[in-house]
């Protein structure tokens, strides 16, 4: 079983910026694949990165891309999404997930607000 804690939110100003970080309960964190997702209110559950369990290979939603950044330090079972040049549309909670085939494990999220 594994359980994730995010934190790091909180209100920043347009063009600012914001880390967030999962932390995980579990020896296998290590190997699982984590994500983060936002959702809006009003709106559905958005994909925005992702990062493999060796911290390798990253992928992120275009809305991100060139602007947020997601890395891992496995010996501290900690994965981090750096916000940068943040939006006003990146208003949203922030959840962490994990898994290895499926993100099975999910964190009860951490709100970002930009104010414009």
């Known amino acids: 079983q594994v359980q994730l804690v995010e934190a790091g939110g909180g209100l920043v100003q347009t063009g600012g910026s914001l880390r967030l970080s999962c932390t995980a309960s579990?020896?296998?964190?290590?190997?699982?694949?984590v994500g983060w997702f936002r959702q809006a209110p009003g709106k559905g559950r958005e994909f925005v990165a992702r990062i493999s369990s060796t911290g390798l290979n990253t992928m992120y939603a275009d809305s991100v891309k060139g602007r947020f950044t997601i890395s891992r330090d496995n010996a501290k079972n900690t994965v981090a999404l750096q916000m940068n040049s943040l939006k006003p549309e990146d208003t949203a909670v922030y959840y962490c997930?994990?898994?290895?085939?499926?993100?099975?494990?999910w964190g009860q999220g951490t709100q970002v607000t930009v104010s414009s």
């Open positions: 579990g020896r296998t964190f290590s190997t699982y694949v």
């Open positions: 997930a994990a898994g290895d085939a499926r993100y099975n494990y």
